[in-house]
């Protein structure tokens, strides 16, 4: 497949990064040379260095046979009218647009990007990815990384293992049979920092992160299993009352659950339009650093506090002086994945990567077949993919135990009949089937292969 990515940024350099890896013509385009040399260095793609916007550098990239067009440039407006031109001058088939303004997102807008007016397939909102990543990791504050799947009857969680876990040294396959009824798999494990899929002689260690695949009702057993606390999130601190920690706010004062909350936020015109806009939350303006403001929050109280201003120093630094205070867990906004690293040192428990949301989410709308669902993992190091079982596959109709997955690939759930199960190797893939496989990058077209799909436009 042809696809030309315009913005060779962080979320356009991973998107080059995926497509290119499984062996698909990619184009990359940007303003910037530098950002261009960068991709066509380190990455088997073309590059394009001009305005993606303009009819001749599009011509240049090849967009009269391009089959996707993904605009990712740091302009919504730059965005819109890449996909405008690519429709009307190229008539590529598939144009995604990257938009951050949200007056471009209001739901009464919607008859915009119809094909007869602004002709965008896929709108991808960052900040309402981002709300949403928020928004799971408070639902399971205990986890680092959270992503629903299967209709929302699983749940893949990220967790750190500390020393009070009761399970460190035993062999996953020992876990199986001391837990034989908990509809949960450790699909994944990051140690030194190299991320593997578990043999079942494999054993767990402290400070070894673990993505964990479980059934919705039976995540918390699952959490409290690897030593975690199940807290429920009755107070929260939210620093940045902006477009993310506005609609994390909204949505949780839409809950039944209702959550006290208090949003800081340092300038006073978004300060003022985050008081207009919340009926039950307190808006303090201020300096999130400032000790005192957190202290006015009843920061000491809070079960959690949610640092998602656009400065990464000040989310880490927020997240510490609240820990420092009593807060019982952070979570943070971290743009510069680099920063991840100072995650435990520090003492934070989660972070919210809006590159690793934004990339999950155009990787979802581009996958062809029957794929559902695909979540990124850390830096771009692996995949979990959700898609149903054709009649093509190669795996409908065997039993798990006999399907050829690559090392780096193992089954987190399976559902049947509308019913998640958990996988085991007598269990039979039949046609219909939706399964959930966690995979390394490098075995991605493999899974792709067994699944019968591929990157594809729809």
Same mark, same amino acid.
């Given at each position: 497949? &042809? ?31 530098? !950002?261009?040399?960068?991709a066509?260095?380190? !990455? ?11 009819p001749?550098?599009?011509?240049? *990239? ?7 067009v993904? *605009?990712?440039t ?7 009218v890449?996909c405008?031109?690519?429709?009307s001058?190229?008539?590529v088939? &598939?144009?995604?647009?990257r ?11 919607s008859d ?5 007016h ?5 709108? $991808?909102?960052p ?5 949403d990543a928020a928004?799971?990791r !408070?639902?399971? %504050?205990?986890a ?11 749940q893949?969680?990220?967790i ?27 699909v994944g ?10 043999e079942?002689?494999?054993? !767990?260690?402290?400070?070894?992160e673990?993505y964990v ?20 999130t009755?107070?929260?601190? +939210? ?16 809950q ?10 340092k300038?006073?015109?978004?300060a ?13 303006h201020g ?8 202290e006015?929050?009843?920061?000491a &109280?809070a079960d959690?506090?949610?640092?998602v201003t656009?400065d990464?120093?000040?989310?880490i ?11 019982k867990? /952070?979570?943070?906004?971290?743009n ?8 435990i %040192? ?10 690793t ?27 979990v +993919?959700?898609?149903q079982?054709?009649?093509?596959? #190669? $795996? ?19 559902m ?5 199960f958990? #996988?085991?190797?007598?269990?039979? +893939?039949?046609e219909g ?12 077209p493999e899974v ?5 799909? /591929?990157i594809?436009?729809f």
């Amino acid at each position: 497949m &042809k696809v030309i990515i315009c913005g060779a940024g962080q979320v356009g350099w991973q998107i080059a990064r995926h497509l290119s890896g499984e062996r698909n013509d990619v184009t990359v385009v940007d303003n910037n040379p530098d !950002l261009v040399r960068r991709a066509t260095d380190t !990455l088997d793609v073309q590059g394009i260095a001009g305005f993606a916007s303009y009819p001749d550098i599009l011509d240049a *990239a090849g967009a009269r046979d391009a089959d996707m067009v993904i *605009a990712a440039t740091h302009s919504d407006e730059v965005n819109m009218v890449t996909c405008q031109v690519a429709h009307s001058v190229f008539s590529v088939p &598939k144009k995604i647009a990257r938009l951050r303004s949200q007056s471009y997102l209001n739901a009464i807008y919607s008859d915009l990007y119809r094909r007869e007016h602004m002709p965008i397939d896929v709108v $991808i909102s960052p900040e309402r990815e981002v709300a949403d990543a928020a928004l799971r990791r !408070l639902k399971h %504050p205990a986890a680092f990384d959270t992503e629903s799947f299967l209709g929302g009857k699983a749940q893949l969680m990220g967790i750190v293992l500390d020393e009070d876990c009761p399970v460190v040294n035993t062999p996953l396959k020992q876990l199986s049979d001391l837990f034989s009824t908990l509809r949960a798999i450790v699909v994944g494990v990051r140690r030194s920092g190299r991320l593997f899929a578990p043999e079942p002689n494999d054993q !767990l260690f402290v400070d070894d992160e673990i993505y964990v695949f479980a059934h919705r009702e039976d995540a918390d057993r699952a959490l409290e299993i690897f030593g975690k606390e199940v807290v429920k999130t009755q107070r929260a601190v +939210i620093v940045g009352g902006g477009n993310v920690g506005l609609a994390v706010a909204k949505a949780l004062e839409g809950q039944t659950d209702r959550v006290r909350m208090k949003v800081i936020e340092k300038s006073r015109p978004v300060a003022e339009r985050a008081a207009d806009a919340l009926e039950r939350t307190i808006v303090l303006h201020g300096d999130g650093l400032n000790m005192e403001l957190l202290e006015e929050a009843n920061v000491a &109280k809070a079960d959690a506090i949610l640092a998602v201003t656009d400065d990464d120093k000040t989310n880490i630094l927020a997240c510490v002086r609240a820990k420092a205070a009593g807060a019982k867990l /952070s979570i943070c906004l971290i743009n510069d994945q680099s920063l991840s690293s100072l995650m435990i %040192p520090l003492d934070i428990d989660a972070i919210i990567n809006p590159r690793t949301t934004t990339v999950s989410s155009i990787l979802r709308h581009i996958r062809h077949g029957r794929v559902r669902e695909v979540y990124s993992i850390g830096d771009a190091e692996a995949e979990v +993919i959700e898609a149903q079982v054709l009649s093509t596959s #190669p $795996i409908a109709g065997q039993l798990l135990r006999d399907i050829d997955f690559p090392e780096g690939v193992l089954v987190g759930g399976v559902m049947k009949g509308g019913e998640m199960f958990r #996988p085991a190797g007598n269990m039979r +893939i039949d046609e219909g089937d939706v399964i959930a496989i966690f995979s390394l990058s490098a075995d991605v077209p493999e899974v792709e292969r067994l699944l019968q799909v /591929s990157i594809d436009f729809f």
